[in-house]
């Protein structure tokens, strides 16, 4: 049942005018709907919402992914509008271009900023392989 949905995601930001300047400066995201205290996005089929909050997400998880056709062509358009991306040089985890590649079973966890949102390039459906992603700061 719940496979056929659309999802949607809720953020919490604490300064909500400094994160739609971000969604819109270097992600070139407009809000599709704007009520007190939160910004509503759609993004192909699915939404996120931000929503004005005194806590904080604990960011020790991605927040929220796109999954994209051209992970290289959106990370460098991306870093052309100003988007600082994580950078990460351990053994089992090195970003090459901005980009590192995980195992789609064994995601390892690691400490993302609390800002974070990755960004994916998965494979279809059946096709073995990593998944490639990169994270904004």
């Given at each position: 049942?719940l496979?056929?949905?659309?999802?949607?995601a809720?953020?919490?930001v604490?300064?909500?005018?400094?994160?739609?300047?971000f969604?819109?400066e270097?992600?070139g995201?407009?809000?599709?709907?704007?009520?007190?205290?939160?910004?509503?996005?759609?993004c192909?089929?699915?939404?996120f919402?931000?929503f004005?909050?005194?806590?904080a997400?604990?960011g020790?998880?991605?927040?929220?992914?796109w999954e994209?056709?051209?992970i290289?062509?959106?990370?460098?358009?991306?870093r052309a509008?100003g988007v600082?991306?994580?950078?990460?040089?351990?053994?089992?985890?090195?970003?090459?271009?901005r980009i590192t590649?995980?195992?789609?079973?064994?995601e390892p966890e690691w400490?993302?900023?609390?800002?974070a949102?990755?960004?994916?390039s998965l494979?279809r459906?059946g096709?073995?392989?990593?998944?490639?992603?990169c994270?904004i700061?």
């Amino acid at each position: 049942m719940l496979e056929d949905g659309k999802v949607a995601a809720r953020i919490p930001v604490q300064d909500l005018q400094r994160a739609r300047t971000f969604y819109a400066e270097k992600l070139g995201l407009e809000p599709s709907e704007e009520r007190p205290g939160g910004l509503l996005y759609r993004c192909g089929e699915g939404e996120f919402a931000l929503f004005e909050s005194r806590g904080a997400a604990s960011g020790d998880h991605t927040q929220m992914g796109w999954e994209v056709e051209d992970i290289e062509a959106t990370v460098e358009w991306l870093r052309a509008c100003g988007v600082v991306f994580e950078e990460y040089d351990f053994p089992d985890l090195r970003t090459v271009n901005r980009i590192t590649e995980v195992e789609l079973a064994e995601e390892p966890e690691w400490g993302i900023r609390r800002d974070a949102l990755a960004i994916h390039s998965l494979n279809r459906m059946g096709d073995a392989g990593p998944v490639r992603r990169c994270d904004i700061l």
